[in-house]
Each structure stands twice: as C-alpha cells, then as structure tokens.
C-alpha cells in the first residue's frame, strides 16, 4: 500500500522515510493507508518552513482583497466535493455520513467567515492624540504559522484556523492527525487547484515527532492546536517557552442539567443526541447528565432513547452512531465502564461487548448509561470520549451548578428549562466556555469564538471569527507628527 505523501511549496513530496502507521477504518478493521512516521517524517517540516516563510515574504504584501479571492474558489471547491469528502471522513473516523456532511458545512462557514478579512482587519486611529500627533494601530501577519488537529473532526478543525491565516497575510503548515490524514490529502487536492503561492499552505504527516519539530522551529511564529489536554498542556509549554504564540484547545467532561420545568421529550432527544452524536467523540459531547428534582420521566425517556439509536457503519443507510476511532480506545472506554461500576455506579444500559453483524472487527460500543457514581470519585472527573452517559440525580440547580464549577475543564455546559430566570442564572454562574440553553452541542457558529476555560483551553484567544483575525495578526501602533514648519521648507 502506497505511503501517504506531504504537500510541500505547492507539489505532493514523497516522504524521507519508510516508516510508517496504519490508518484504519474503524467500523471494519481495514488499513486503508499508510502514513509517514517517526523521527525522519518530521524532519521533513524543514522544508516546508523554508517554503512557507518565503511564501509569506511575498504574500503579506498582497493587499487583503487580493488575498481573499483564493477562498471564495476553495468554498465552491469544497461544496462541489462535499459528499466525496464527506464519505472520506467516515471511512477514517467512523462517524455517519450525516455526521460527516455537517462537518463540512461547519468548514465552509469558516471559510466564508475569513473571506471577510478587510472589514475584520480594520483596526483604530485617533486624530490629535496630542496636540498635532495622530496614533493608529494596524494588523499585521505573523509569518509561517502551524496548525496540529485531532482525529475526531478531520476537515473542521483544521479550518478554524487555515483560511484566517492565509486572509490575515501569513502562510501555515497543517499537521493532519496520523488516525484520519486521508480527509486533509483530498482537501490539499482542492487546495492544489487555487493557484496560492507555492509554499504557501503545506502539508508535513507524522505523529510526536513532527510536533515537536514544529514547536522548536524558530521561524514557526504561531501554532493553533485541537486535541486532548495533556497535549495541549504540553504543545501550550514547549510552543510558548520557544516564544511562539499558541492556542490549545483541550478535553472536556461536559455537563449538562435538566430542571424539572424542561420538555422531557424534547430534552431527552437533544441530549440523547448530544451524547452519542459521533459515538460521543466530540469535544462537544454531554458526558454528565444531571437530573434536577425529577429524575423519573427523565431517565425513562433518556433510557428508551439511547436504547433505540441504531449503531452500524456510518456509509450503510440508517445508521444513526458508528464506531469509536481505534481498537486501544475501545478497551480504554469498556475499562472506564468497568471503573464506573467498581466506584458504585449502576449500569442502566450496557453498551459494552457490541456485536455488530457484517462488521464484526469494528470498534463499536453501544450507547451506555452509568447512574449514581460518587461525586467526586475519579470517573466524573474523567473524559471517556465515547459513548457513555453518567446520569446523576440533584437536589437543586446550585447543586448542580456546584458540581459542575468543581470540575477541572471548562469546555460546554448546558441547561434544559423553561424558566428565563433559571436560565439566566446558569448561564451567569456556570464555568464554561460555551453555554447551551436548551441546546445539547453549543458548538459556537464561525462568526463566533470557539471558547473554551479551564483545563479545556491553553491560551488567549479561541479559533474563529473575529478571535482567529486577532490570533493570526499583530499589532503595530505607530505614533505620527507632521510639523508646519517642515511642509514649508518643500
Ligand atoms: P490527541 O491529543 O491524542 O492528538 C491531537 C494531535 O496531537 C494529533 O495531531 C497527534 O498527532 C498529536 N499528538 C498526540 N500525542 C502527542 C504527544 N504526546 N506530543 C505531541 N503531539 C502529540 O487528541 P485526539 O485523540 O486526536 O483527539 C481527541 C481529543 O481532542 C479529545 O480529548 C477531545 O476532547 C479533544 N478535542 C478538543 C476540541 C476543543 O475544541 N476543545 C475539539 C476537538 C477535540
């Protein structure tokens, strides 16, 4: 099977190196690729630094509405090839081909975002700041920028960050996640077609080793990094000691609270769909699911609901959850069930030991639900990242909104109501970064940042919108007199 090939100063490079990993589909087992690995695949970011700092060189003086054309091209590009792409994505990550279709859409938003660089970019002047002195400030590129993405949304993520950084005047090299590097090789097809300086956006495989030949490269001015937190802790320490500036998003364990007033039917739906959407691989995904002074009606429906999604490989038609990415994090998340239990969680519906016909070598598990596990026992702290739903029962919503401010990230947390005040309070009180108010994946719309607290982001400022133009610009002021006497003298 063919090695997978870098993209490097606008040409598809074969890769110094023979070893390599598998990519597999996770709903059959198959290895579908091979990809570049190890320590001589990273030294290959070299060459893509020395090509994307000389791409920038030119294309930051590129006036602004100049550098945005390329994006409208890449928009049609990738609605044109959405569905080819999107039945990539869930050959690589399992997810559905619905799933997968919503993904891109979310991608594409981010594009037209960007292509409003000249009214984002616009920044402050004051006439007269003293007498005869006028002070403005303006945005200027970085330079070679790097984004590193996770396995769980290989198009999306990596488009919170790549077509504001070209709009803004830099040049970036994407790391594709080793699991799901086939989505990012179609779309580099599609960005081949655009006629961007070569070099411009490059593409370098690899897993550790290439990471950290991005984060000690001194001519890499920033990097954008989507993942788990231990890394981001880890990218955000190694990426800022060598002076770059760096943006880590991390985990999550996100919570979600019903008060007793919600819709049960609606509410049931939503965070059924919340929990195992995309088998509960989203950084999005509710994980806790707390009952506030009614927990019968709730957990019968939560019950009947996740019972009935039906789980299969995400291309055959139906199929509303697919598998979990790899066979290690099947066993990862059947060992955290069987935690649960060992902590004094009941288990109301068992997912583990799936068996599903025809994909026998998938890595399915089906929708589970832990109830009761001890507040403040290890598995509420931590992120299981499939799907299972902790279902804890409270007294009181400052019980809940307690509990959730205890806990270490900062991701989404949500309320099912249908009281403003009470509404108005979580949304005031609760320590997350993105709130959803009877909504189940407050996953915030490209206009907006793609917040984050705590231990789920490192950094100041999120991907998209008006906080990815700042990311990927600096700031110049410059401070400006022009005295009387001298337009005399010419
Ligand atoms: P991961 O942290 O294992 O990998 C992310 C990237 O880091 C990959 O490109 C990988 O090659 C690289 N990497 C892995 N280990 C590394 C190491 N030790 N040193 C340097 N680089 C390393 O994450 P994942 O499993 O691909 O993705 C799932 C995680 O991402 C979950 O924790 C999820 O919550 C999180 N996530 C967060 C957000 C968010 O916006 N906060 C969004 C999506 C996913």
């Known amino acids: 099977m063919e090695i997978l090939k870098n993209y490097i100063n606008g040409k598809w490079a074969d890769c110094n190196t023979t070893e390599t990993s598998n990519v597999v589909n996770p709903a059959t087992g198959e290895v579908i690729a091979r990809v570049p690995a190890g320590k001589a695949a990273a030294t290959e970011i070299e060459k893509a630094v020395a090509a994307a700092q ?211 039917e609606m509410s049931s739906q939503i965070i059924t769909d919340s929990v195992y959407g995309c088998a509960g691989q989203r950084c999005l995904a509710a994980s806790v699911v707390i009952t506030v002074d009614n927990n019968k009606q709730i957990r019968d429906a939560l019950y009947a609901s996740a019972q009935n999604r039906s789980v299969g490989y995400g291309l055959d038609k139906g199929v509303e959850m697919g598998p979990v990415i790899s066979a290690e994090s099947k066993t990862r998340i059947e060992s955290l069930i069987n935690k649960g239990i060992t902590e004094g969680g009941s288990v109301l519906l068992d997912g583990r030991n799936a068996a599903i016909k025809s994909y026998e070598k998938g890595n399915f598990i089906r929708p589970t639900i832990i109830e009761n596990l001890p507040v403040g026992g290890e598995l509420l702290r931590t992120e299981i990242f499939g799907p299972v739903m902790s279902l804890l029962h409270m007294k009181t919503v400052e019980e809940a909104i307690a509990f959730i401010n205890n806990g270490a990230y900062g991701n989404m947390a949500c309320v099912f109501t249908s009281r403003g005040s009470s509404a108005r309070k979580f949304r005031n009180q609760a320590m997350a970064g993105n709130i959803g108010i009877n909504i189940g994946v407050a996953a915030p719309m490209a206009q907006f940042p793609f917040s984050g607290w705590k231990e789920s982001f490192f950094g100041d400022l999120h991907g998209q919108g008006k906080h990815a133009v700042e990311f990927f610009t600096q700031t110049k002021v410059v401070i400006e007199r022009w005295p009387k006497e001298w337009s005399r003298k010419f």
């Open 54 to 264: 000389a791409a920038y060189l030119q294309w930051k003086d590129v006036p602004v509405l100049k550098r945005i054309q390329p994006l409208f091209k890449l928009k049609q590009l990738l609605e044109e090839n959405s569905a080819e792409i999107a039945r990539l994505i869930t050959m690589e990550s399992g997810k559905t081909l619905a799933e997968a279709s919503g993904e891109m859409q979310r991608a594409i938003e981010n594009v037209e975002v960007a292509a409003g660089a000249p009214m984002l970019m616009q920044s402050e002047f004051l006439e007269n700041i003293a007498s005869g002195i006028d002070e403005y400030m303006v945005r200027q590129p970085l330079g070679v920028t790097a984004c590193i993405a996770p396995f769980n949304f290989p198009a999306m993520i990596s488009f919170w960050f790549l077509p504001y950084a070209i709009a803004c005047g830099n040049s970036m090299i994407i790391k594709p996640s080793e699991k799901v590097p086939l989505t990012m090789v179609k779309i580099f097809e599609l960005i081949d077609q655009l006629g961007l300086p070569d070099g411009l956006i490059s593409m370098i495989h690899g897993g550790k080793d290439t990471v950290d030949a991005i984060l000690d490269h001194p001519l890499i001015r920033s990097v954008s990094f989507v993942g788990s937190t231990p890394v981001a802790r880890y990218i955000y320490a190694r990426g800022t000691a060598n002076g770059k500036r760096v943006q880590a998003q991390g985990g999550a364990k996100n919570p979600v609270v019903v008060l007793p007033d919600a819709d049960i």
